[in-house]
């Protein structure tokens, strides 16, 4: 059973620029959902995906968006980022019916300059 | 709102001390608690859950009792280690369905050999 894989792990991007980060669930998970940990803060819920549809939101601009593919992968799309965005990227799958926990991938650290 | 509050750290202690980090929470309806562990340049790995008042979650040592009286999820462990020393998340989840949770804002543990 494979677990939860970010890409990349770290990336630098300029103020005003676009950034795709890349989540691959769990295997057997068919949700995946997105958190934002800034430093020395605890993580914050950005969205979740399930059935290729987001079905939650956290407090996050529309600027920040998502996909979820029919393989159960999914991407983070942020647009015109801003000096705030730099963070740690959290991306956890999980199975609707299953579990209550949420399995957590090791992040996307990204640094905007 | 839904809201978790942790103690604040960093938490200092000589190996084989007894631990306890307090969490309390605030929430509407009937959350789901966990606690989850962040050792340095890693994601979150859940450490502990509990679904209803009264459950006790455990693991690896660990444990933590659902208190709904005191709206409390206190981590205790007996004898800590080294290898303890990480950051700890206290969080709940009260949207069924999905997998939206809410964040402490982590508890640092320095275990001193």
């Known amino acids: 059973e494979t677990g939860v894989t970010q890409s990349p792990t770290h990336l630098i991007k300029t103020r005003g620029q676009q950034v795709t980060l890349r989540c691959s669930s769990q295997s057997g998970h068919n949700t995946v959902s997105w958190y934002q940990q800034a430093l020395g803060q605890g993580p914050q819920f950005i969205f979740q995906y399930y059935r290729e549809e987001e079905n939650g939101r956290g407090n996050f601009p529309p600027r920040f968006s998502g996909l979820q593919f029919p393989n159960y992968s999914s991407e983070l799309n942020v647009n015109a980022l801003e000096l705030d965005d730099s963070a740690l990227y959290l991306c956890a799958s999980s199975k609707v019916g299953g579990n209550t926990e949420a399995f957590f991938g090791q992040g996307t650290r990204l640094t905007v300059v | 709102g839904n809201s978790v509050t942790q103690m604040e750290g960093p938490v200092t202690l000589s190996e084989e001390a007894f631990l306890t980090i307090n969490c309390t929470y605030t929430?509407?309806?009937?959350?789901?608690l966990f606690w989850y562990v962040q050792y340095p340049g890693e994601g979150l790995q859940l450490l502990l859950k509990?679904?209803?008042?009264?459950d006790k979650g455990s693991n690896k040592g660990f444990e933590a009792t659902y208190r709904k009286e005191t709206t409390s999820f206190h981590l205790e462990k007996g004898s800590v280690q080294v290898s303890d020393s990480a950051v700890y998340f206290c969080a709940l989840s009260v949207d069924s369905g999905t997998y939206k949770y809410i964040f402490g804002t982590g508890t640092r543990l320095k275990v001193l050999a």
């Open positions: 929430a509407t309806g009937y959350p789901s």
């Open positions: 509990a679904t209803k008042a009264d």
